[in-house]
């Protein structure tokens, strides 16, 4: 039984997987092989998300492929984010998630505050806040690393611990930042990174 908000639900009825160019669908192929492979072993799948400030595009990631996992009932799923420096989880990626129908709240607020980031009444909340890939919050091996911006790719050559390194990059929203378009423009890479990540988890046979 499915026990996403409501407001979710409605979100993700907007996704259609039709409008995913081919190109896109052979990206997203390896993380599909990583997951199914996992499931098929009954292994722990622990995705990594990485990009280069965590503040923006990975968190999109991390917070869809766990709702994502949590929809279509894929077992022992733990998603993440880091990046190559800490910042701060950017305030109008909570907004834009908010305005999808996930409920936060703001746990400690300052320079690089720490969001509860529920998608269900029943389920743990995702922790959000801007963190290094490596750090202690994050796992140490046995993890796909999804590499969500082409800077973050290219300054990590090596994700210590990775089990697989998986290049998925989207564009960065920041460009819009402080334009009258900056709010659309989030709402536009969110609904991206959502609906690949929903076919990601569609594709997955229990």
């Not at 896109?24 to 009954?42: A, D, G, H, M, Y």
């Not at 292994?43 to 923006?56: K, V």
């Not at 091996?141 to 990590?156: G, H, K, P, V, Y």
């Amino acid at each position: 039984m499915r026990t996403l908000f409501p407001e979710i639900e409605n979100t993700i009825g907007s996704f259609d997987f039709k409008n995913i160019p081919p190109e896109r669908k052979s990206i997203l192929l390896p993380l599909i092989v990583f997951i199914q492979n996992r499931v098929n072993t009954l292994q722990e799948i622990r995705l990594h998300f990485i990009c280069t400030h965590n503040s923006r595009r990975s968190h999109l990631a991390q917070v869809w492929a766990q709702t994502a996992a949590a929809y279509f009932d894929i077992k022992n799923v733990s998603c993440y984010s880091g990046g190559t420096e800490a910042t701060a989880l950017f305030p109008v990626v909570a907004k834009t998630l908010k305005e999808s129908g996930f409920k936060i709240e703001i746990i400690s607020e300052g320079k690089n505050s720490i969001y509860s980031i529920k998608f269900a009444s029943n389920k743990h909340p995702i922790i959000g806040f801007s963190k290094t890939y490596d750090a202690s919050f994050n796992p140490e091996n046995e993890f796909a690393a999804i590499m969500t911006c082409s800077q973050a790719d290219d300054d990590c050559p090596f994700i210590a611990g990775a089990e697989k390194r998986i290049p998925i990059t989207y564009d960065d929203p920041k460009a819009f930042d402080n334009t009258p378009q900056q709010f659309e423009k989030y709402q536009e890479r969110s609904a991206q990174i959502a609906t690949e990540m929903f076919y990601v988890f569609s594709q997955i046979n229990k």
